[in-house]
């Protein structure tokens, strides 16, 4: 027998693998930010489909997406991600 929390977190697990399986097929598809660092400039960021205020930090590579974390929207992305430069 699965409880609600287990249940939910299969939900969110599925809705993760949903987002990134879209996201590898349309790698420009998410939101660039502006980060100041070089290796991160070119880091997207996309909702995950049925919990949006939960984000996939990912970067376009030659043959699909680098994902680098996925990480609640409320979180210092900057700090996080160590570009508090």
Avoid: C, W
């Avoid at 949903?18 to 349309?26: C, D, E, H, K, V």
């Avoid at 994902?67 to 991600?81: E, K, M, N, P, S």
């Amino acid at each position: 027998m699965v409880n609600a929390t287990t249940e939910i977190a299969l939900r969110f697990l599925a809705a993760v693998d949903s987002t990134i399986t879209l996201i590898a097929r349309q790698p420009y598809m998410g939101v660039r930010s502006e980060y100041l660092r070089d290796p991160l400039m070119e880091t997207r960021f996309q909702p995950v489909s049925g919990f949006q205020k939960h984000l996939i930090l990912y970067r376009p590579i030659e043959n699909g997406i680098e994902v680098l974390r996925v990480i609640h929207g409320a979180r210092d992305l900057h700090v996080v991600l160590g570009d508090d430069a």
